[in-house]
């Protein structure tokens, strides 16, 4: 069974520093891989979605990478802002029909001004 | 991009009631669609996958006759929590997969909050 992990629960830093989070999974077949973003209260706002034959995908700010092998993905976000602030989510889709996602716990970011 | 709606965002509801939350896929069309559940301070827990007419699949220890779930068209899934209890009292998702998108984009409603007294 996949278990995705995320490090660090929670991470408070100053505006304008790179920062990255960190997600980890067990199982190496995947066929896909998101990062989204949740507000309080809110759902889910999709970030960035690597496919298993890609090594990384960027969109403005953020960049996300994977690696398959170690069973590895980070999203780095560049010169954060307090707008940033959110709880950022992993989720891992399997190989196969199906293709339900697996999150991680989530890692909470503040972003001081 | 794509949107997925809920309905409704919120509810209050007394112990024993039943409660009907739907999910549409706004602008795709989606044979499959997830129902997630998210308690406080802890990440969203997969409940069951609904497919265009089809039975649902649940995971294991979500009972099927309690969440009952109605995939009836290409956009629209509705998850009924039936003799709600206060520990049903979550924040529940739904995810719509987009047919013609890329392979398992999945996009996400905006949530209801469901609280049970």
Not at chain 2, 53 to 61: I, L, V
Request: proline share 4%; charged share 15%.
């Amino acid at each position: 069974k996949q278990e995705v992990t995320q490090i660090p629960a929670a991470l408070s830093v100053p505006e304008g520093e790179n920062l990255v989070l960190n997600c980890s999974f067990t199982d190496s077949a995947i066929y896909n891989l998101q990062w989204f973003r949740q507000d309080p209260g809110k759902g889910l706002t999709s970030l960035l979605l690597i496919q298993s034959s890609q090594r990384e995908q960027t969109s403005g700010r953020l960049n996300a990478s994977l690696d398959k092998s170690s069973g590895r993905s980070t999203l780095y976000i560049a010169a954060s802002q307090p707008g940033d602030s959110a709880t950022y989510l992993c989720a891992a889709s399997p190989s196969g029909s199906a293709r339900q996602l697996t999150f991680g716990s989530g890692t909470q970011l503040t972003v001081l001004p | 991009g794509a949107v997925v709606s809920q309905h409704p965002s919120w509810v209050i509801c007394k112990s024993g009631t039943s409660v009907k939350i739907e999910c549409r896929s706004l602008d795709f069309q989606a044979t499959t669609m997830f129902w997630y559940r998210q308690f406080p301070k802890q990440s969203l827990m997969l409940m069951a996958t609904s497919n265009e007419g089809s039975k649902a699949t649940y995971e294991q220890g979500v009972e099927k006759d309690k969440f009952l779930i109605n995939h009836a068209s290409l956009t629209l899934s509705t998850l009924t929590v039936t003799s709600a209890h206060p520990e049903d009292s979550s924040f529940y998702i739904c995810s719509a997969r987009d047919l013609s998108g890329r392979d398992n984009e999945q996009f996400f409603g905006p949530g209801t909050r469901l609280t049970v007294l």
